[in-house]
């Protein structure tokens, strides 16, 4: 898909925080809700995934915003963004939604699928099922959903 760029027009009141570097960047955060006119996002990254102790060890150069309204990679602030437009995400990223995201994403990784969907699979016995459940419908593709009905996880239970 071919990255766009958009200009800082719509940004017309920022003014940059001075530093004894000189003018501080415009936070993420501030770039993409002037940019969407929308403070309904969630900025994340693959990176976070590594915080679920799934074995992902990768560092991505990479910020992904789910969002109603845009769908492709801008630029922004000199930045890329790769925005996907979801009809549902959670505000924050939540460890069950980051699970199920990860298996939504599997592709893109840089890490051994077959060996990352089996720590999932063991992750997935550790969380709390109703949220995981929960999850898995909201944010769930089909690949999420599954593998996660394969796994026994579903409905908010979790059986042997």
Not at 40 to 63: D, E, I, W
């Amino acid at each position: 898909m071919m990255g766009h760029s958009a200009s800082f027009q719509w940004v017309c009141n920022y003014c940059p925080k001075q530093t004894v570097f000189g003018e501080a960047p415009v936070d993420d955060k501030t770039l993409v809700q002037a940019f969407l006119k929308d403070h309904r996002f969630l900025l994340t990254s693959p990176n976070a995934y590594n915080s679920l102790g799934v074995g992902t060890t990768q560092l991505y150069n990479k910020t992904v915003v789910y969002n109603h309204k845009r769908h492709g990679n801008f630029k922004l602030g000199g930045r890329t963004f790769d925005f996907r437009k979801k009809a549902f995400f959670p505000l924050k990223p939540l460890p069950e939604f980051l699970l199920v995201d990860l298996v939504n994403n599997i592709k893109e990784l840089a890490e051994d699928e077959e060996l990352l969907l089996s720590h999932v699979k063991e992750k997935a016995h550790s969380m709390d099922t109703i949220k995981l459940a929960r999850a898995i419908r909201e944010y769930g593709g089909a690949r999420a959903q599954k593998l996660f009905a394969t796994s026994s996880v579903s409905h908010g239970a979790v059986t042997a």
